[in-house]
């Protein structure tokens, strides 16, 4: 029984310490990856801002309705 024990006890630990080995291992990899995408972004040409001022923008104007009221009253205005 106290074999068990201590192989249970083995066996937490060694998993504890192989998930902080990943965990430590893929947040370098992130990080790396991350700095390396941010650099990519930081380097870009001034180019494609300036393709973007061909573009053709649709305004964006909101159209009032009139409410039944509204209508109602008018007809009666207009009698």
């Known amino acids: 029984m106290k074999k068990?024990?201590?192989?249970i006890g083995?066996?937490?630990v060694a998993t504890?310490?192989?998930a902080?080995?990943?965990y430590v291992l893929q947040y370098k990899n992130f990080h790396k990856e991350l700095s390396?995408?941010?650099e990519d972004f930081e380097n870009q040409d001034?180019?494609?801002v300036e393709s973007n001022e061909d573009r053709n923008y649709i305004?964006?104007?909101p159209v009032k309705k009139e409410s039944e009221t509204e209508v109602q009253d008018k007809e009666e205005?207009?009698?």
């Open 4 to 7: 068990l024990r201590h192989f």
């Open 10 to 12: 083995f066996t937490i």
């Open 16 to 18: 504890a310490i192989a």
């Open 20 to 22: 902080g080995i990943a």
């Open 36 to 38: 390396h995408d941010l």
């Open 46 to 48: 001034d180019e494609d």
């Open 59 to 61: 305004p964006v104007t």
């Open 77 to 79: 205005d207009t009698e």
